[in-house]
C-alpha cells in the first residue's frame, strides 16, 4: 500500500512538537473521535508521514513533522480509570479507542500558521483550512510537500 501523509492536532501545552524532539517517539492517545480514531485503527500505516499541528495556539499552525512507527493498537488509557481519557464503556473484548506511535522527524524553524495554509494556493482543500476540529485527519503528498517547503523556508 503506497504512503500516505497526515496532519495530527496537540495542544503545545499537553504535548508539543519540542515534547517528541526530546522524547524521539511516542504513542498517540486520548483520540475520542470515531472518525479520528477510524483513521488510525485502519488507514495508518508504518512510514506515513504526520504535519505536527499545534492547536489551541497563538498561532495555531504546523510545526514540524512525525513518522508513523506503529500502527493502530487499543489505547490503554480508555480503560484507565485515573486517565481523563477514561471510557467506561471500553473493555479488553472492545477496546472501543485506538492509537498509534510515531516518531520525530523535524521541527520547523518557525510554525507555519493557519493563515498562511489557508493564503497558499494548493491548500484551499485541506481540512484544517476548512474549521475542521478533527484531530486527525488525512492531507494529499501534494498538501504535504507544499507545506514541508513552507516550514523549510522560515
Not at 510545526?63 to 512507527?69: M, N, P, T
Not at 510515531?102 to 510554525?111: A, D, L, N, Q, S
Not at 493557519?114 to 503528498?141: C, F, H, I, W, Y
Amino acid at each position: 500500500m503506497a504512503k500516505r501523509y497526515w496532519l495530527m492536532k496537540s495542544e503545545p501545552n499537553t504535548y508539543s512538537i519540542d515534547d517528541l524532539a526530546r522524547d524521539g517517539r511516542t504513542h498517540w492517545d486520548g483520540v475520542r473521535n470515531y472518525q479520528a480514531r477510524n483513521f488510525m485503527r485502519d488507514q495508518m500505516k508504518v512510514g506515513d508521514e504526520v504535519l505536527f499541528y499545534h492547536s489551541n495556539a497563538e498561532p495555531p499552525g504546523v510545526v514540524g513533522i512525525a513518522r508513523v512507527v506503529r500502527e493502530g493498537y487499543p489505547d490503554h488509557t480508555a480503560r484507565d480509570p485515573k486517565s481523563k481519557y477514561f471510557d467506561p464503556k471500553a473493555s479488553d473484548e472492545d477496546p472501543r479507542w485506538f492509537m498509534v506511535d510515531v516518531e520525530f522527524v523535524e521541527k520547523f524553524g518557525e510554525i507555519v500558521p493557519l493563515d498562511t495554509l489557508k493564503a497558499t494556493p494548493g491548500l484551499e482543500n485541506m481540512l484544517v483550512t476548512k474549521k475542521s476540529r478533527l484531530s486527525v485527519q488525512p492531507v494529499t503528498e501534494s498538501e504535504f510537500e507544499i507545506v514541508r517547503r513552507l516550514g523549510r523556508r522560515r
